[in-house]
């Protein structure tokens, strides 16, 4: 079945203890992104990905980090958590970069709550 | 600054009525726009777009309508069914690569 899995789906954690959330996807696509959500601010997008090593800056990537040394994975990084990155966490992949037209496939998420 | 607005956090329809979400942007830069759908936990998904070089896209009970001017899209549902019941983000995009959703907005739909 094709899919974008996310590991792990609910995540309690302590400010500053370094964590990453894993995100695959077995479609061979392309591009990948990672996005927030949060209320009153919707989805925001924090880092994508055009191709293996091919990484960029979304409209939120502070305190965070990306590696895609593969093109199925593409996880996200936090080095020190803290509180305000509490949020909703989606991962999504589509067949090519810079095509519009190409819908993204998203994960199911990831609740991620920093105390 | 949100670049992508939806000023209605949520709509309430009776079934078989029409529903209207709108959508407003700032940056005329942007030339794709796109509507998701969310249920509760699992991811968005895709619902339907248009180019901003059309100013309607229809895809069964679904359409989308381009304001340029305005600087403002809508998504219409006709007949809204429960089922539809969900949020829906607008997104918008200039590379294909970033993309600027609006902050949502609920939908119920009423038996």
């Known amino acids: 079945e094709a899919q974008v899995t996310q590991n792990p789906r609910y995540l309690i954690t302590v400010t500053g203890k370094k964590l990453t959330v894993t995100c695959s996807q077995n479609?061979?696509?392309?591009?990948m992104s990672w996005y927030r959500q949060d209320p009153g601010l919707g989805l925001r997008q924090i880092y994508y990905?055009?191709?293996?090593?091919?990484?960029d800056k979304g409209d939120v990537p502070e305190g965070y980090k990306v590696s895609r040394k593969e093109k199925r994975n593409f996880p996200l990084i936090l080095e020190s958590p803290s509180p305000n990155q509490t949020s909703l966490y989606f991962c999504?992949?589509?067949?090519?970069?810079?095509?519009?037209?190409?819908?993204?496939?998203f994960g199911p998420g990831t609740r991620l709550t920093v105390l | 600054d949100q670049q992508v607005k939806q000023n209605s956090p949520s709509l309430s329809v009776q079934e078989g009525r029409i529903s209207i979400l709108n959508c407003d942007y700032t940056?005329?830069?942007?030339?794709?726009f796109l509507w998701y759908k969310k249920y509760p936990a699992e991811g968005p998904t895709f619902l339907i777009s248009?180019?901003?070089?059309?100013d309607k896209n229809e895809d069964g009970r679904f359409t989308v309508f381009l304001n340029k001017s305005a600087k403002h899209l809508s998504l219409h549902i006709v007949p809204s069914q429960p089922g539809d019941s969900a949020v829906y983000f607008c997104?918008?995009?200039?590379?294909?690569?970033?993309?600027?959703f609006g902050t949502g907005t609920s939908l119920t739909v009423i038996p």
């Open positions: 990905s055009m191709n293996v090593e091919v990484t």
């Open positions: 997104a918008a995009t200039v590379t294909g690569n970033q993309f600027y």
């Open positions: 999504a992949s589509s067949p090519l970069a810079g095509v519009p037209t190409d819908t993204q496939y």
């Open positions: 940056n005329s830069m942007f030339d794709y």
């Open positions: 248009i180019s901003s070089i059309k």
């Open positions: 479609m061979n696509h392309e591009y």
